[in-house]
């Protein structure tokens, strides 16, 4: 046997050797969040154990992923989307004129504040408290005994539709929308030099399934991009809950790998910008909303679907998970200014500062807002 034909016998070998798949990251990337996320429940469940007042074990709102809750858990959670959605609401018409319901009050707060908590130094505290409020709501003015749910993208990053909040069924949140053919791109504008263009994706019409036309309606928007609805997107214009879903935008960003850098940030700068919209990419805050298409790329009238408050408590959990990992060092943190972008620019954020909420609650300091366990919060992740 000649040496070259020798050589040339073992190249198929080589290449199935390169082939064969190393460890999978993403699988080691979700055991690093689980570790994180142990030591960060750790901290909460024996702190709450301690405490004689506030926050306790006793009253901590357990917040579960959506796939952990059982089938009447989901249908009490819907039961109570319902209830806000049919009770009158507290923001003025002549403010708001679309406005139509207790629900509506939430998505107006969203309206009004999206120039000032996105992209700056307010905007996980102004989030953390409005789910917070939205979650009181629900359970004070509509009888649900629950926690808010989540949504944790990483568990179905390569196809969302495959999650079952998404899967149409009576214990879902609704399906995918309908697919229509033809659409055009959706273009909004962020903070950025330039405006940003969504492709239609696999969806684009009406949901089906509990938040279907029959039962559900968004009243407001679109405001962030064109054509927007009546007055500017501020008037009444109801219709059909619709939603996009987008592989794409999944797999760029919302990987284990996504969750697990930032994680490991250790600067509350780095894990705030990167988290929110990172630099030349859609951060997980970005991607989350992007994914869902549709409604979810209004960045001011989002909070019309329900699926707003499971990615946000998402983000919140990410946010609590990382700062349970030095909870010494990571409450009394502050980064960023009062403007989304910092456009126009604007003075820094202090511990000091109030964080804005329009009609759902007067204005609090952001050091009250600082940790989920102290202040008006008392919430685990699990
Ligand atoms: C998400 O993670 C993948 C894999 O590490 C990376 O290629 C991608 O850039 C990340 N996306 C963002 C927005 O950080
Ligand atoms: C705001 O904070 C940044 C650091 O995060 C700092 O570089 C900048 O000088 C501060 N601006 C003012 C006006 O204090
Ligand atoms: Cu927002």
């Not at 629900?103 to 120039?115: A, E, N």
């Not at 039962?215 to 997107?233: A, E, H, R, T, W």
């Amino acid at each position: 046997m000649k040496v070259s034909s020798f050589i040339a016998g073992l190249l198929p070998l080589a290449s199935l050797v390169l082939a064969t798949p190393g460890p999978d990251p993403e699988k080691a990337a979700t055991k690093k969040i689980n570790e994180f996320e142990k030591r960060y429940q750790k901290y909460i469940e024996d702190t709450v154990k301690k405490r004689k007042t506030g926050c306790t074990k006793k009253n901590i709102r357990r917040r579960k992923e959506w796939s952990k809750l059982t089938k009447p858990e989901r249908k009490s959670y819907l039961s109570a989307i319902y209830c806000l959605s049919a009770k009158p609401g507290i923001t003025p018409q002549s403010v708001i004129p679309g406005a139509r319901s207790r629900f509506d009050d939430f998505v107006v707060s969203h309206i009004q504040l999206t120039p000032f908590v996105h992209a700056n130094g307010f905007f996980l505290a102004y989030h953390r408290y409005l789910i917070w409020l939205f979650e009181t709501a629900l359970r004070e003015e509509c009888g649900y005994k629950g926690a808010q749910p989540y949504w944790d993208w990483t568990l179905h990053w390569q196809d969302q539709s495959q999650h079952p909040v998404f899967d149409g069924s009576p214990s879902s949140l609704g399906s995918n929308g309908q697919y229509v053919p033809d659409r055009d791109p959706i273009t909004i504008y962020l903070p950025g030099p330039r405006p940003v263009t969504f492709p239609p994706a696999t969806g684009g019409g009406c949901v089906s399934g509990p938040l279907g036309p029959e039962k559900f309606k968004v009243n407001l928007g679109p405001i962030g991009y064109s054509p927007q609805g009546p007055d500017g997107g501020y008037g009444y214009n109801p219709r059909c809950l619709t939603r996009d879903l987008s592989p794409r935008l999944s797999q760029d960003s919302l990987r284990p790998r996504n969750v697990s850098f930032l994680l490991e940030s250790e600067s509350y700068a780095r894990f705030n910008v990167n988290l929110d919209r990172a630099p030349g990419g859609n951060g997980v805050h970005g991607a989350g909303h992007f994914l869902m298409g549709t409604v979810q790329l209004d960045t001011y009238a989002s909070p019309s679907d329900p699926m707003f408050y499971l990615h946000h408590s998402n983000l919140d959990r990410v946010f609590a998970i990382w700062q349970g990992q030095d909870q010494e060092g990571r409450t009394g943190v502050v980064w960023g200014t009062r403007t989304s972008g910092n456009v126009p620019p604007s003075a820094n954020v202090t511990l000091d500062t109030p964080v804005p909420f329009g009609f759902v609650s007067p204005d609090i300091p952001l050091r009250e807002l600082q940790s989920s366990i102290d202040g008006p919060f008392c919430v685990i992740y699990e």
